[in-house]
């Protein structure tokens, strides 16, 4: 059974930092892309960043960008988003998805519902002081 599970979301005061980890189960990292999306209460769903499978591509939503670093480490079957300078406006659920197919990482991230096989349950992200 295909699985991701997100972990690191918590409460953090502005400009602080969080790292979430996205573990899957069921299949290998290596051959799917992974994207970070993000959807706070009211708004749409945004595609934060999302990375290949095949040459570690990334793409960055201009919110995030200089930021918010993408990784992956495909021998521990996890992905990362490392999250710097955060801002109140950053708070949201997060979720991890895979997709084993995808034309570039941009629409990947913007148009996760052509791609994206399976999603995370999502871990949410305060940024309060």
């Known amino acids: 059974q295909l699985q991701l599970v997100e972990f690191g979301g918590g409460l953090v005061q502005p400009g602080g930092s969080l790292r979430l980890s996205c573990v899957v189960s069921?299949?290998?990292?290596?051959?799917?892309?992974i994207g970070w999306f993000r959807q706070a209460p009211g708004k749409e769903r945004e595609g934060v960043s999302c990375?290949?499978?095949?040459?570690?591509?990334?793409y960055y939503a201009d919110s995030v960008k200089g930021r918010f670093i993408i990784s992956r480490d495909n021998a521990k079957n996890t992905a990362y988003l490392q999250m710097n300078s955060l801002k109140p406006e950053d708070t949201s659920v997060y979720y991890c998805?895979?997709?084993?197919?995808?034309?570039?990482?941009?629409?990947?991230?913007?148009?996760?519902?052509?791609?994206?096989?399976?999603w995370g349950q999502g871990t949410l992200v305060t940024v309060s002081s």
């Open positions: 998805a895979a997709a084993g197919f995808f034309t570039t990482v941009q629409n990947l991230c913007n148009q996760a519902e052509w791609y994206v096989e399976v």
């Open positions: 990375i290949s499978s095949s040459d570690d591509s990334t």
């Open positions: 069921g299949f290998s990292l290596d051959a799917y892309a």
